[in-house]
């Protein structure tokens, strides 16, 4: 790996995606933020610079960015979420350096608030530069990135997101309904070549139908697993997912249109609203005229499974783990909204989790916001149960740091799978009457977020913490520049935020 230290730079910027310009919080200028792209085994020595100035929106209290489904082990005070570190103050930076395992599709965001809502949202890429996966699939161009986000015309105020005025943009452009017909993003393809896409769900909310017109769509990895080929026509893509697909240029040579369909809001295609073009070289310059051709073959969760079988952690049967948790999804209306895990919700703790185990709290019941901290003990199987239906809607989309899960029974199934689930870290729950349960070990110590993507979800509580194993975590070694976080952050920012 490479040891150069790149600037990642928190700037405000008015930005134009869909004909409407606004104030937005970006993460290099652009919207979506700087790509990192890295490759398997390189040292990550990112810079991220707070330079915003904008007073009306979380202005010096960009927490730098929180790299999604990277595990941090022994590294937990890298995860960049304030349960692990203080927020980056206005003019102020912090450098996250350290070799990320894994590698494959990730993202990342701002994890304060609803910020990440506001534009600080990128693609996180680690390429094998050896791939097997390459020759094995025979793809000429693995480059393509297509990341999904919803978009409103102001910024959120904290609980209160603007969605009234919500383009949905493919690669940072899009069309709002019944406005104007501004640019839509253009994939390129060459005839006859075979392409790996990543498609990154960096959704605030909507969850999305994605497919491409005359196309079908061989899925090879969910959240950094690699997966068996699965030939589908469509891919409902959850926030804060990804995926891989091979796709094959062996249509004519023309435009087609790339649909993403949001589960709310304006749903039509009308005059290239939810849309991209993949243009074939040498097609015209124009908007495609193709018909949506997608509904036969929609991808099941069910029936993804790992390309290297791993064996499921516990017992072959439901409940078969050390330690099953429960977690009751509730919700509260006075004196405002608030979402419940287990009739407590989450509020972010004044101290990091990290920083109280560090200055001495061994016990996870004494870590504050007392009620949200659930005790692991290291090396054991947890199965993780969300009941479906009921309570507070759905879908929630459930994001754990730290490890993937085994996805033993998906939302949308009413059976168990024990032989070979899909692996990822972020699980559909909620959206009908199915329990989903997802098992994972206890083999990486630190203070983990389980969370509903739904960023305004997680803003009125709806997160736990797992505290696994807080004895290893408090011998864990941190740099000098994370400990002057906190007060570089209480002297800069009083009342900030
Ligand atoms: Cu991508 Cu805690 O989230």
Redesign the pocket.
């Known amino acids: 790996g490479s040891g150069r230290v790149t600037t990642l730079q928190i700037v405000n910027k008015n930005i134009n995606l869909d004909g409407f310009s606004r104030s937005a919080v970006l993460a290099g200028g652009t919207f979506p933020g700087t790509p990192i792209l890295l490759n398997k085994g390189d040292r990550m020595s990112i810079n991220v610079v707070d330079s915003l100035t904008d007073p009306t929106m979380l202005r010096s209290t960009s927490i730098a960015s ?1 790299w ?2 990277v595990f941090q082990d022994g590294t937990s005070w890298a995860d960049g ?1 304030n349960l692990f570190q203080c927020p980056i103050a206005a003019n102020d930076s912090f450098l996250y350096d350290f070799t990320p395992t894994g590698q494959v599709t990730f ?1 990342y ?1 701002s ?1 304060l608030s609803t910020q990440y809502c506001d534009g600080l949202r990128g693609p996180l890429i680690i390429y094998d530069p050896n791939d097997p996966l390459k020759h094995f699939y025979d793809i000429d161009d693995a480059s393509t990135i297509i990341s999904l986000a919803d978009w409103f015309h102001s910024p959120a105020r904290g609980a209160s997101i603007p969605y009234l005025y919500t383009t949905n943009t493919i690669n940072g452009k899009g069309r709002f309904a019944g406005g104007p017909a501004s640019p839509l993003s253009v994939i390129t393809v060459v005839p006859g070549l075979r392409y790996r896409f990543r498609l990154i769900s960096m959704s605030c909310e909507p969850n999305f139908v994605f497919s491409i017109d005359g196309h079908t769509m061989t899925v090879i990895e969910a959240d950094g697993v690699s997966t068996q080929p699965l030939v589908v026509d469509s891919i409902q893509i959850y926030t ?1 997912q990804r995926y891989s697909f091979v796709l094959t240029a062996n249509q004519k040579i023309s435009n087609y249109w790339i649909r993403s369909v949001p589960n709310f809001g304006d749903t039509s295609f009308t005059g290239g609203v939810n849309s991209a073009i993949l243009r074939y070289l040498a097609a015209p310059n124009s908007d495609p005229t193709t018909k949506n051709t997608t509904s036969a073959n929609p991808l099941v969760e069910t029936n993804l499974h790992p390309l290297v079988p791993v064996a499921v952690p516990g017992l072959p049967r439901p409940g078969g783990a050390d330690v099953v948790i429960n977690l009751n999804i509730g919700v509260s209306v006075n004196p405002v909204v608030r979402y419940l895990l287990n009739n407590v919700s989450f509020y972010p703790p004044s101290a990091p989790a990290l920083l109280q185990i560090l200055s001495g709290t061994q016990l996870a019941q004494n870590l504050l916001p007392s009620g949200s901290y659930y005790s692991l003990p290291p090396n054991k199987v947890i199965e993780v149960s969300i009941p479906g239906g009921s309570d507070g809607g759905g879908p929630h989309p459930f ?1 754990l ?1 730290g490890h993937n899960f085994f996805v033993v029974k998906s939302a949308g199934s009413d059976k168990f799978n024990f032989k070979n689930p899909v692996v990822r870290d972020v699980i559909n729950t909620g959206a009908n009457a199915y329990s989903s349960h997802s098992r994972f070990v206890t083999d990486n110590a630190g203070p983990w ?1 389980l ?1 509903c ?1 739904i960023d305004i979800h997680l803003e009125v509580g709806l997160a736990v913490v797992f505290a696994e194993d807080v004895q290893t975590v408090s011998k864990e070694v941190v740099p000098n520049a994370w400990k002057n976080l906190c007060p570089r952050y209480n002297a800069l920012n009083p009342n900030q935020l």
């Open positions: 929180h999604h489904g979420h993202w965001h994890h804060g994001h740091h977020f969370h993507h």
